[in-house]
């Protein structure tokens, strides 16, 4: 089956039973999950009932589909991603943007658990993403080109709204969250990575890193979608941490979070819908 092929039959599926329609998709990551029960539901639909869908594996990750209204904004939301590490090509792990993309949703919300690298970080802190480094993992976009979805070159200038990010500070600076800013990267895991690999990336720009988000934006960005993304930092990246990471640690980070990162989610997406 080819990706044309695989996202063609998971369309087909999910709109035989899922009459909603979202116009932002929202994509928690680990310990962020909990967003998902706070909206309007209306319909739910699990990842292991879709067809030739990729499963989410990871502890903490519900893995299902839910559609409603966030004080009024009809979205979707992604309970838990699918990863590479799960043993997923790139092509798999992104086929639920795509779907999302076909769905109706016009803005893709990211969010992830990540480690922190710029200097004066702390765990339990929010990044706004600025712009990120993929070149560590393979592109979504290799193989045959989607022409449905965009062109065989996409341009990558502008991966994160500039527009969409300056709502987010606006909500941030009223509502006194701390919100830093900065570019992730984004490695295959999942092994964490290295003192000696955290000192390479901080050379080369990157104020954190995570294993998902990056090429779930270059497929977004492919097919049109407008994008932001707020990483929560459920750590400091190895070499920086006084000790050694753990799973757990980024769930437990996420957990304490929930609340300032419900708060700065719900407004945003209510003030993103304003404007798209």
């Known amino acids: 089956m080819t990706v044309q092929e695989q996202l063609t039959a998971c369309f087909d599926f999910v709109k035989a039973r899922i009459s909603f329609k979202p116009e932002i998709a929202l994509i928690l990551g680990s310990g962020l999950g909990g967003f998902a029960d706070k909206i309007d539901v209306k319909e739910t639909l699990a990842y292991s009932d879709i067809p030739n869908f990729p499963v989410s594996t990871v502890a903490g990750h519900a893995g299902r589909f839910v559609f409603g209204y966030c004080d009024g904004v009809p979205v979707a939301v992604m309970q838990g991603r699918v990863h590479m590490y799960e043993g997923y090509t790139p092509q798999e792990a992104v086929l639920p943007v795509r779907l999302l993309h076909l769905l ?41 080109n989607l022409e449905k979805l965009g062109v065989r070159f996409p341009d ?6 500039k527009r969409l990010n300056q709502i987010i500070r606006k909500i941030a600076v ?4 701390p919100l830093k800013e900065g570019v992730y990267v984004q490695t295959a895991g999942p092994a964490y990575e290295s003192p ?24 977004a960005r492919h097919c049109g979608m407008e994008i932001c993304g707020v990483s929560c930092i459920s750590n400091l990246a190895a070499g920086i941490s006084p000790h050694p ?32």
């Not at 009223?174 to 969250?177: L, Q």
């Not at 955290?198 to 934006?217: K, P």
């Open 104 to 144: 109706g949703a016009k803005v893709l919300f990211l969010t992830n658990a990540a480690g922190g690298i710029q200097a004066g970080m702390h765990a339990g802190e929010f990044m706004l993403i600025t712009d990120q480094i993929s070149s560590f993992v393979p592109s979504p976009l290799r193989g045959q």
């Open 196 to 219: 000696a690999e955290i000192r390479m990336f901080r050379l080369l720009g990157a104020d954190a890193v995570g294993m998902s988000t990056a090429i779930e934006a270059i497929a």
């Open 245 to 276: 990471l753990t799973h757990e640690e980024v769930k437990e980070a996420g957990d304490k979070a929930a609340p300032q990162f419900e708060q700065l989610v719900r407004q945003a997406i209510t003030e993103i819908h304003k404007v798209i």
């Open 156 to 161: 990558m200038s502008e991966i994160y709204s």
């Open 174 to 177: 009223n509502a006194e969250i």
